[in-house]
């Protein structure tokens, strides 16, 4: 089983739609959980960080479930320039090194929204 | 200009041959990483190195070397490369939370 799993879609949506995807990982030890989005052929950039709490950034809400392991992103109000791959990534690492970090991504999913 | 810049964006080498990816940063951050990327697959860690002195392995660190001149600058060597290390290489640097990321490097095998 791979440590950090994801649909790799393709997700194809209306303009307008709401779309979720999930995340799974299987380390229960994992410290911390974030969501990257990729454009065709461009560098991954962080979208948000996932909390316990669940967090929200305008259209886009991030939760975490760690009784079940997985973390969710969901768009609501989708819009034409969403269309990117959603990487998810989990912090492995124990460390005493404030902030150091161990990333294990998923394969990613890729989003078309279309008009 | 970029805070992560990578050398070369795109290079082309045979099997056998010597090649080093080059990385540099301006954030002025301490963390510094080295991924691969192939299709369907994501990104996978091949090393990693929290200061100039720390160097760590990653998932897939066989076939590669790296070396950490300086904060800013970590280099990764593939130091005879073979035809399935063609993939897409990524640089990143980071904070408390966040992993920036390099422009990335297109490299094909032969």
């Known amino acids: 089983r791979k440590e950090v799993e994801q649909d790799p879609g393709p997700f194809n949506v209306p303009e307008g739609a709401t779309v979720a995807f999930n995340c799974t990982y299987s380390?229960?030890?994992?410290?911390?959980f974030f969501w990257y989005r990729q454009d065709c052929r461009k560098e991954p950039k962080l979208l948000m960080s996932v909390y316990s709490s669940g967090n929200e950034d305008g259209r886009f809400t991030a939760q975490l479930n760690r009784a079940s392991q997985y973390i969710s992103l969901l768009i609501r109000d989708s819009k034409l320039s969403d269309s990117a791959t959603y990487l998810c990534a989990v912090n492995i690492l124990r460390t005493v090194i404030q902030g150091a970090q161990k990333l294990v991504f998923g394969q990613g999913t890729r989003l078309t929204i279309n008009p | 200009d970029a805070d992560v810049t990578q050398t070369p964006r795109n290079r082309i080498t045979k099997t056998g041959k010597r090649i080093m990816l080059e990385c540099s940063q301006t954030k002025g951050h301490d963390r510094m990483y080295w991924y691969r990327q192939d299709p369907g697959l994501g990104l996978q860690l091949i090393y990693y190195?929290?200061?100039?002195?720390?160097?760590n392995k990653g998932e897939i660190s066989d076939g590669y070397s790296v070396s950490r001149q300086a904060q800013a600058k970590f280099s990764l060597s593939l130091e005879s490369a073979i035809p399935n290390q063609t993939a897409l290489y990524f640089c990143?640097?980071?904070?408390?939370?966040?992993?920036?990321f390099g422009p990335g490097t297109r490299l094909l095998v032969l």
């Open positions: 380390n229960s030890a994992s410290q911390s």
């Open positions: 190195s929290f200061d100039v002195k720390d160097i």
């Open positions: 990143a640097t980071s904070d408390y939370e966040t992993q920036y």
